[in-house]
């Protein structure tokens, strides 16, 4: 059975750094392509950036931008997101994917975790 299980989520002051974490198990996912996105209420999941298979190419929301930061450890099936300078505007739900069907920044992939809460305060 494929899981994807977020973890490492919390509430932050803004301005400061959290480090999220996907971990995959019942298959390996050294080959496929990795992504992060977020999800407020009411509002449908938004892409925030992807990692490809070997970690050699990232792509990011425009809205994060030289702020997260996504990485990978294929040996311990491990994809984290590294989050500074932190805004209020970046409190959502953080879903973690992988293996997609269509464009990397498209919401179509194969594997879906069920997310990890990230909360800024002002």
């Known amino acids: 059975q494929v899981q994807l299980v977020e973890s490492g989520g919390g509430l932050v002051q803004a301005g400061g750094s959290l480090r999220i974490s996907c971990a995959a198990s019942?298959?390996?996912?050294?080959?496929?392509?990795m992504a992060w996105f977020r999800q407020t209420p009411g509002k449908e999941r938004v892409f925030v950036g992807f990692?490809?298979?070997?970690?050699?190419?990232?792509y990011y929301a425009d809205s994060v931008k030289g702020r997260f930061t996504i990485s990978r450890d294929n040996t311990n099936n491990l994809m984290y997101l590294q989050m500074n300078s932190l805004k209020p505007e970046d409190t959502a739900l953080y879903y973690c994917?992988?293996?997609?069907?269509?464009?990397?920044?498209?919401?179509?992939?194969?594997?879906w975790g069920r997310g990890t809460q990230v909360t800024v305060s002002s």
């Open positions: 994917a992988a293996d997609p069907t269509g464009a990397g920044y498209s919401g179509e992939y194969r594997y």
């Open positions: 019942g298959r390996t996912f050294s080959s496929v392509t």
């Open positions: 990692i490809s298979w070997s970690g050699g190419r990232t």
